[in-house]
């Protein structure tokens, strides 16, 4: 398998600059059974996952990647889980969001795709 690490950061620039820039572009990175949470609500296709992150409540969002670790989820297959944290500076406010993002993605051609993706925001107690 390629370094998981330097894959793990490669698809994580790419998701992040696209979704900060235009998030209807990310629906390439979706299939009809990849499955998102957000928040504790389910979707599955990438129209309903995509359909949803464009329809979020804010106009600008900028992601500040903190962490991203990666491990191989299958001996059979190249595919990998990847756990992102950060922050969310979202419209014009100046506090930040802390976020985690788990990604499961699936090799397919050259590329990769999203099999899985849960997302949480990360409140304090």
Known sequence: MADINAIAKQF???YYSTFDSNRANLTSLYRDHSML???GAP?????AIVEKI???PFQKVQHKVLTID???SSPQVA???CSVTGLLMVDDSPNPLQFSQIFHLIPDGGSYYVYNDIFRLNYGA
């Not at 979707?43 to 129209?47: D, M, V």
């Open 12 to 14: 994580t620039d790419f």
């Open 37 to 39: 949470t957000w928040e």
């Open 43 to 47: 979707f599955q296709s990438a129209n």
């Open 54 to 56: 464009t329809n979020l």
């Open 70 to 72: 990666a491990q191989p």
């Open 79 to 81: 595919s990998l889980i």
